[in-house]
């Protein structure tokens, strides 16, 4: 399978509602295609679809770098939540319930690593891709030029997952020493509201 299917169909399989918010590969292998039309020295080409690229790039690092800033607040109210519950032996039922939405994220934090590997890919292709056709040497340069983006490191992502893993083991083993009669620990509304809206496009959800 080509990579612009294996693309489409991963999109559509795993994160439909993140289409907008992919790099465009097909938009860019089409304008090379133009540019082989237009542009008659590989300079004048190289330029215009690094232009197009970075464009992509921006819009997919923004993207991440929103889902990375609402997953913090989420796994931070968890924290605290899960924290609480495991210094104070919380019932199975709290916990159960922490557990679900640990793992709720957890599949989020798994899909947006999955965009990251797919977009990373998508520019690696289509500079490798321009590559051939013009017989230049764009895709190191424009690689270095775009490693330390947030979502091409993909630091904060790795750890948010290791936490999230980490505080729902730490539930699994707390021991319950509360009894049922007491108080209990609620998770904190606004925290199950991000996590309703997490998979949207910020866009979106002020849209909504």
């Known amino acids: 399978m080509k990579f612009d299917q294996h693309l ?30 237009e542009y008659t020295r590989p300079e004048q080409a190289s330029s215009s679809i690094m232009g ?29 939540n899960a924290e609480h519950m495991a ?4 019932p199975l039922e709290q916990r159960t319930s922490c557990q679900r939405s640990l793992v709720s994220l957890h599949f989020n ?7 990251v590997a797919l977009n990373s ?33 993909c630091h904060t992502l790795g750890h948010l997952v290791e936490e999230s893993e980490r505080l729902f083991q730490m539930l699994d ?4 020493s509360v009894t049922t009669s ?6 904190p509304a606004g925290c199950l509201a991000l996590l309703d809206t997490w998979q949207q ?7 909504a």
């Open 109 to 115: 934090l798994l899909m947006l690593q999955n965009y």
């Open 201 to 207: 496009p910020r866009h979106a959800q002020e849209a």
């Open 52 to 80: 197009l690229i970075d464009s992509e790039v921006d819009k997919v690092n923004e993207f991440y770098l929103e889902r990375i800033e609402e997953a913090v607040i989420i796994l931070h109210a968890l924290q605290q």
């Open 182 to 187: 007491q108080s209990l620990t609620t998770q």
């Open 87 to 90: 210094a104070r032996g919380a």
């Open 8 to 37: 489409r169909a991963t999109v559509e399989a795993s994160m439909p509602q993140w289409r907008e918010c992919m790099l465009q590969y097909d938009k860019l292998k089409q304008a090379i295609k133009q540019m082989q039309q």
């Open 173 to 176: 083993t707390a021991i319950s």
């Open 121 to 153: 890919t998508a520019v690696a292709k289509i500079l490798k891709k321009f590559d051939k056709k013009y017989g230049t040497a764009i895709r190191s340069e424009y690689t270095r030029a775009i490693v330390e983006l947030p979502f091409y490191r």
